[in-house]
């Protein structure tokens, strides 16, 4: 049997939290600063969360379960932000399955009709819902080195229109295929993020744009924002051009990423890949990234769970 009792004060679960989301940031490879930032950004979007303790067959508290709401494109959406049992309290998972349970139908019962999860760890509990998304990182010790034909330069102010329409092509075709956006959805995210992020354009501070060459001939780009995070690099885009895919390209410009980010005295370099795209996902994996983070997310029947 498992019972819930609602915590009225966010000091009765909010440390708790935030010292799991650390935990799990840095045994990810994320440095201490860094994640004690992206933890304080979660715990700033928690004030309005409803928190309830994890009870077991005696009354004894054994974990917790967190919900709240949030914006899905124009729509309620419910939000698990964290459904934790204590491994030596619950080593069959009944009580995080009861748990899920709980969360869904209080999801439900406040107007949603999808459920988001930020995963930090695997959870079988949600093992059926789609991955929509997984933020990667690689902390670099010894960037890797590119075939010695393959270099990189800076991106010229008449290249960057094209590259531009191109990037916000493929960044809106990305979060069509991870199952959460529908193209005119996408399509406006796309010019809004880009207009946001890059305002002068190549000459956007703290952001480096480049064309990758392949014996002087171009056959890709990347753009990166340095200082994203304290010693973070973020990785909008490593891309190679279709034509030239196949060849190692791709890991090439994962090791130019890499160079980059340590010459400009970063040591991780940090990437977002959607939910479909299991080409960049296995690329990642091979070259050393580790799953920081992974948004996944399933619609909700009419009715509540029973």
């Known amino acids: ?20 989301l650390l935990d799990a940031y840095q045994a990810t490879g994320l440095p201490g600063p860094a994640a004690a930032e992206l933890a304080a950004k979660t715990m700033e979007q928690s004030g309005s969360w409803t928190a309830a303790s994890i009870l ?20 309620s959406a419910g939000r698990i932000g964290e459904l934790w049992t204590d491994p030596g309290h619950d080593e069959q998972g009944s009580h995080r399955r009861a ?7 209080w999801c439900a019962e406040h ?5 988001v999860v930020r995963l930090t760890a695997p959870n079988e509990a949600f093992a059926d819902y789609p991955v929509r998304g997984q933020t990667r990182i690689k902390d670099i010790t010894t960037p890797a080195e590119p075939p010695a034909a393959v270099t990189y330069r800076p991106m010229t102010e008449a290249e960057y229109p094209a590259w531009l329409s191109a990037g916000e092509e493929d960044y809106a075709a990305d979060m069509v295929r991870a199952g959460s956006w529908t193209p005119e959805q996408a399509r406006k995210k796309a010019e809004e993020d880009y207009r946001t992020l890059l305002p002068e354009g190549v000459a956007t501070a703290d952001n480096t744009i480049l064309v990758f060459q392949s014996d002087g001939e171009p ?7 340095h200082g994203h995070l304290p010693e973070v690099t973020y990785g ?32 991780v370099l940090m990437f977002n890949v959607f939910g479909g795209n299991e080409v960049a996902m296995s690329l990642y994996t091979a070259a050393g990234y580790r799953v920081l983070e992974e948004t996944r997310s399933r619609d909700l029947p009419v009715a509540a769970d029973s």
Do not use: C, K
């Open 1 to 20: 049997m498992t019972d819930f009792d609602l915590l009225a004060a966010p000091s009765d679960w909010q440390p708790g939290y935030r010292q799991r």
């Open 56 to 75: 077991d067959e005696n009354g004894r508290r054994i974990g917790q379960v967190v919900v709240g709401l949030t914006e899905q494109h124009g729509s």
């Open 99 to 105: 748990a899920h349970t709980w969360a869904r139908r």
């Open 111 to 115: 107007g949603a009709r999808q459920v």
């Open 219 to 225: 056959i890709g780009n990347g753009w990166l924002r």
């Open 236 to 267: 909008y885009s490593l891309v190679v051009h279709p034509q030239f895919r196949g060849r190692g390209h791709g890991r090439s410009a994962m090791a130019i990423g890499e160079q980059v980010t340590r010459a400009v005295g970063d040591r």
